[in-house]
């Protein structure tokens, strides 16, 4: 079992659905990351989790909500998208906030119509 | 905040040959990383690397944290080494690694 992993992998909707991408880590890590990566572009960072406590929102639309129910799990729920947020959205993991090797898992590339 | 660039935005390269991708990065940085996307996206860890040398088989890496560089080198490149390179160094709050806008290797055989 690989250390993060993150489900669907592959994501379409519409502009008026409501969906949520998963991510799970194995690797008894106390932080969490949301990044976004879109077409020809760096990967942002969107959202960080330390123990179930988000500490940072990089300026995330809030049709992004995040969740973090306990330092294993990591969701990002979606709703009212644009097709502009069409990406490759990558959870992350490391042993503490900035600190360590960061983990990443599959990605969920998500298309929105 | 910090600014993160890397060197060549991409690179070509017959199978055998050896390469050096670079990453300069704006103020000091204790947390600095080298990873390698594959053609699906995933990202893989390939150097934990805040400053000196580190080799991993036919993949080295140097950060000299004073000058504000790191350099990644893949010697004997392989069709498997293709993908996108990535540097990350944390950010000025301390919470996160941000990334450059990567180097895109393409290796023939």
């Known amino acids: 079992e690989t250390g993060v992993t993150q489900t669907p992998r592959h994501l379409v909707m519409g502009m008026t659905n409501k969906k949520s991408l998963k991510c799970e880590q194995h690797l008894g890590h106390n932080a969490m990351y949301w990044y976004k990566q879109s077409a020809k572009k760096p990967l942002e960072l969107m959202f960080v989790?330390?123990?179930?406590?988000?500490?940072e929102n990089n300026s995330v639309p809030s049709r992004f909500s995040p969740e973090c129910p306990n330092s294993s799990h990591l969701f990002l729920h979606l709703h009212t998208l644009q097709p502009e947020d069409s990406a490759l959205y990558l959870c992350a993991s490391s042993q503490d906030v900035g600190t360590g090797e960061l983990f990443f898992g599959e990605g969920s590339r998500l298309t929105v119509l | 905040g910090i600014q993160v660039e890397q060197s060549p935005p991409d690179l070509i390269l017959q199978e055998g040959a050896n390469s050096t991708l670079r990453c300069n990065f704006s103020d000091s940085v204790n947390n600095l990383q080298w990873f390698h996307q594959n053609p699906w996206g995933q990202l893989i860890n390939l150097f934990y690397i805040p400053s000196g040398t580190k080799q991993n088989g036919r993949l080295s890496a140097t950060t000299v944290a004073t000058e504000r560089y790191s350099l990644l080198y893949i010697s004997s490149s392989q069709t498997t080494d293709s993908g996108v390179y990535f540097c990350?160094?944390?950010?000025?709050?301390?919470?996160?690694?941000?990334f450059g806008k990567g180097t895109t290797l393409s290796v023939s055989s």
């Open positions: 989790y330390s123990l179930e406590e988000r500490v």
């Open positions: 990350a160094v944390l950010n000025q709050a301390g919470t996160a690694l941000i």
